[in-house]
């Protein structure tokens, strides 16, 4: 059973909008950090956003586009993307890191992201 399904990924033109969400099973606890990823063919992945302890971190090439929040009640965690660009075209990927004696680093299987030009 995946432990975190993510959903939203599109094609969509320059200046538009997209809201991923990643699905977080709940049998994943002592979460510390959460947030989303992107990686794009010949390039390592990177971080596009992080919470942790209350303090949302944003790439700096995202910063004011993008907004990440969490739901609660759904156990999602969701990541509105605004004013989309094509460099934003990439792979973008959940993650969510666990600490403790079981301290696990759990990742998605990925969802498209294309913006044209």
């Known amino acids: 059973q995946a432990q975190l399904v993510e959903s939203g990924g599109d094609l969509v033109q320059t200046g538009g909008s997209l809201r991923l969400s990643c699905a977080v099973s709940?049998?994943?606890?002592?979460?510390?950090?959460m947030g989303w990823y992107r990686q794009v063919p010949g390039k390592e992945r990177e971080l596009v956003t992080v919470?942790?302890?209350?303090?949302?971190h944003y790439a700096d090439s995202v910063k004011g586009r993008f907004t990440l929040s969490r739901d609660n009640v759904a156990n999602t965690l969701d990541l509105q993307m605004d004013h989309l660009l094509p460099e934003d075209t990439a792979v973008y990927y959940c993650?969510?890191?666990?600490?403790?004696?079981?301290?696990?680093?759990?990742w998605g299987q990925g969802t498209q992201v294309t913006v044209s030009s």
């Open positions: 993650n969510v890191k666990t600490h403790g004696l079981r301290a696990s680093d759990y």
């Open positions: 919470m942790s302890a209350g303090i949302t």
């Open positions: 709940k049998s994943i606890s002592d979460i510390y950090a």
